[in-house]
């Protein structure tokens, strides 16, 4: 039969190993918002120079040539 300090210490041991599990999931979920965030950060980046483009587009006529006579 075991004695109480041993399963006081398995005990331990597994409150160590849950709170060890817990901390690398939370870890996990950190890194993944990070890289949604990043993403998110570079499709804004790419749509304000989209939308950079066609306006230097619309106020440049030589980018639009006019249909020929």
Known sequence: ???FS???D??????????????EERQQQFELKKLE????????????????L???RASDPSAHPTDPP
């Open 1 to 3: 039969m075991p004695q």
């Open 6 to 8: 041993d399963v006081s």
């Open 10 to 23: 398995i005990q331990l041991q597994l409150r160590r190993l849950e709170l060890e599990h817990t901390r």
């Open 37 to 52: 965030l990043e993403h998110a950060e570079r499709q804004q980046q790419l749509e304000l120079k989209k939308l950079e």
């Open 54 to 56: 066609e306006m230097s």
